[in-house]
């Protein structure tokens, strides 16, 4: 019953711009925190940016701060990255995934398939 759908990877040059969406089904997602996860080939997977429920507050990986903007729709159950100034190493699959609770300290359980984002001139 419960997923998670990311959408909207896909091929840009450097400097170029996404934005992905995290849609939910079969939950509201309004009392969750949402993370942003991606995943490099041959790297770990690491986390670049959480949304809470509980007071609004967001986590960027220093990696990714000033350049990617974390963003919800209540309205539509969807999370959103906005991605700029796209780099190279951005190049990863993007994963959604649900808080076990409201704040971004949460751990986190249900996934969604992920989306590649790929950067390169």
């Known amino acids: 019953q419960v997923q998670l759908v990311e959408s909207g990877g896909g091929l840009v040059q450097p400097g170029g711009s996404l934005r992905l969406s995290c849609a939910a089904s079969?939950?509201?997602?309004?009392?969750?925190?949402i993370g942003w996860f991606r995943q490099a080939p041959g790297k770990e997977r690491e986390g670049v940016s959480c949304?809470?429920?509980?007071?609004?507050?967001?986590y960027y990986a220093d990696s990714v701060k000033g350049r990617f903007t974390i963003s919800r729709d209540n309205a539509k159950n969807t999370v959103y990255l906005q991605m700029n100034s796209l780099k190279p190493e951005d190049t990863a699959v993007y994963y959604c995934?649900?808080?076990?609770?409201?704040?971004?300290?949460?751990?986190?359980?249900?996934w969604g398939q992920g989306t590649q984002v790929t950067v390169s001139s």
């Open positions: 949304i809470s429920s509980s007071d609004g507050s967001t």
């Open positions: 995934a649900t808080g076990v609770g409201s704040s971004c300290l949460t751990d986190f359980g249900s």
């Open positions: 079969g939950f509201t997602l309004d009392y969750y925190a």
